[in-house]
T-cell receptor
Framework: DAKTTQPPSMDCAEGRAANLPCNHS???????VYWYRQIHSQGPQYIIH???NNETNEMASLIITEDRKSSTLILPHATLRDTAVYYC???????????FGAGTTVTVRA | DTEVTQTPKHLVMGMTNKKSLKCEQH?????MYWYKQKAKKPPELMFV???????INESVPSRFSPECPNSSLLNLHLHALQPEDSALYLC?????????????FGPGTRLTVL
């Protein structure tokens, strides 16, 4: 019962911004949008999360539309080390369950 | 220290063996998790321990037996596994009620069942 829809794959050029879309049209008012990524052969890594305001940290920015039905993760200057599977997840804050969908495989090319 | 460690990194076992996977964190987190990840698939939640008590079991077969001996350690005991149980087993931890509610993952144990 996937709550999010992401493109299966995307390429981006090293040094350019990578914009990763996510649709979550059935999101509830108390559900947050979380992004994790998984670099090959490693455990998933938390990137950022938000409820309705745009958020930024040292890794990325998260832009959530006003109706909260979609969001975009922005990696401002992609590097080769950003090649990974990126997962967009909606969940109630402090709900133990983290339900991963298929994610987007992002390949950063030199 | 935001590290979750898992041992062993790799494990090969026969269907009649008994083995254990170990996970440790020293972040003071009081929730710990086991996930299973098959090749080219996303991680799937298996168990959640909260304050050393099992709070979620996602209908996992009894050949997988979790144990949380203290707040820093989480084990997964394996017995009579099947070849289809071969996967990457991930451990994670988090602090219930925290602002970011982030789950920190270990690198995983890659299990092969022969």
């Amino acid at each position: 019962d996937a709550k999010t829809t992401q493109p299966p794959s995307m390429d981006c050029a090293e040094g350019r911004a990578a914009n990763l879309p996510c649709n979550h049209s059935t999101i509830s008012g108390n559900e947050y949008v979380y992004w994790y990524r998984q670099i090959h052969s490693q455990g998933p890594q938390y990137i950022i999360h938000g409820l309705k305001n745009n958020e930024t940290n040292e890794m990325a920015s998260l832009i959530i539309t006003e109706d909260r039905k979609s969001s975009t993760l922005i990696l401002p200057h992609a590097t080769l080390r950003d090649t990974a599977v990126y997962y967009c997840i909606v969940r109630v804050h402090n709900d133990y369950k983290l339900s991963f969908g298929a994610g987007t495989t992002v390949t950063v090319r030199a | 220290d935001t590290e979750v460690t898992q041992t062993p990194k790799h494990l090969v076992m026969g269907m009649t063996n008994k083995k254990s996977l170990k996970c440790e964190q020293h972040m003071g987190h009081r929730a710990m998790y086991w996930y299973k990840q098959k090749a080219k698939k996303p991680p799937e939640l298996m168990f959640v321990y909260s304050y050393e008590k099992l709070s979620i079991n996602e209908s996992v077969p009894s050949r997988f037996s979790p144990e949380c001996p203290n707040s820093s350690l989480l084990n997964l005991h394996l017995h009579a596994l099947q070849p289809e149980d071969s996967a990457l087993y991930l451990c994670a931890s988090s602090q219930p009620g925290s602002l970011t509610d982030t789950q920190y993952f270990g690198p995983g144990t890659r299990l092969t069942v022969l």
